[in-house]
């Protein structure tokens, strides 16, 4: 469709805003083609004429489709679309999940949500994805069903609900594949995390509990039930690799060379601290 129609009177764009990142406004004038400007009016009533530019500000989504469950449902998908359908979703129905093709995104709450008990996970089992609300547990029954080949890849900036993410769809095999003969395998699978924890995590300034290393994580099964699983770490990263304050503030006297974070020369240290 040409620019023209798009931008028509009384279309609605995105702008993007100091404060807010993204503000909604409408085009007051009709774009027509060569345009330098688009004259818009933001939502206090404000009027703004907006330099276009060689791109256009992105056109905002018709309101029917705001809170959508799938992303790929959007009209015009694009950055201010996708903030805007998960801030919606996740302040007017506390949806922390969102599809995007099958994709699950996630939006940590910070809080705990009844939405993991024993009787939501049996309320996944053996559906298909799409029949019910996004949730991890629908992921992890779509990995349970093709079993063989199935992976769940969870990615996210530190603090984002990874680790949560992983724990929650560990219960879910745990409680739908339950384990044979050996009825207290899925409770040493779940127990298994603190542990790892407890040699692997860190506080951080952005989480409390961070992650020093990835985790690749293999379920085993016998037919449908839970054996047992293997734990594999990976991607130690270096920037990840904690110390006290105060021994940086030290430039590390007196710490093993082992002990010291080994990506920056300890000189390097004492400059930062001097500086
Ligand atoms: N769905 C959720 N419901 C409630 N709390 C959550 C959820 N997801 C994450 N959290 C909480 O948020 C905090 C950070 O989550 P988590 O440790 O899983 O992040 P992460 O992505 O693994 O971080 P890092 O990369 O630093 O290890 C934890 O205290 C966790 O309990």
């Given at each position: 469709m040409a620019a023209a129609e798009l931008y028509g009177q009384g279309a609605r764009v995105w702008i993007p805003h100091c404060t807010e990142v993204w503000r909604v406004a409408e085009v007051t004038r009709g774009y027509r083609e060569g345009d330098d400007v688009l004259h818009l009016r933001l939502d206090d009533a404000s009027e703004l004429v907006y330099p276009v530019g060689s791109q256009l500000p992105p056109l905002c989504n018709p309101d029917?489709?705001?809170?959508?469950?799938?992303?790929?449902?959007?009209?015009y998908l694009h950055e201010p679309a996708v903030l805007h359908s998960l801030r919606v979703r996740f302040l007017?129905?506390?949806?922390i999940y969102t599809y995007c093709g099958i994709i699950l995104v996630a939006i940590n709450p910070y809080k705990q949500l009844p939405i993991y008990e024993e009787e939501v996970i049996y309320a996944y089992s053996?559906?298909?994805?799409?029949?019910?609300?996004?949730?991890i547990f629908a992921l992890a029954e779509e990995a349970y069903k093709q079993m063989s080949s199935g992976s769940l890849i969870i990615s996210g900036e530190s603090g984002a609900g990874k680790t949560a993410s992983a724990k929650f769809a560990m219960r879910y095999f745990t409680t739908v594949g339950g384990s044979l003969g050996d009825c207290s395998v899925e409770e040493k699978v779940l127990a298994s995390s603190p542990v790892m924890e407890a040699f692997g995590n860190a506080k951080t300034t952005r989480n409390d509990?961070?992650?020093?290393f990835g985790k690749y994580i293999e379920i085993g099964f016998s037919q449908t039930y839970v054996t047992g699983a293997t734990i594999k770490t990976y991607l130690l990263e270096k920037s990840r690799v904690t110390f006290q304050v105060g021994l940086w503030a030290q430039g590390y006297?007196?710490?093993p060379r082992a002990w010291r974070?080994?990506?920056?020369p300890v000189s390097w240290h004492s400059q930062e601290k001097l500086a």
């Open positions: 029917v489709l705001c809170g959508e469950d799938d992303l790929a449902a959007l009209s007017e129905a506390n949806a053996g559906r298909e994805v799409g029949d019910m609300d996004p949730h509990n961070s992650s020093r006297a007196g710490v974070p080994a990506e920056v």
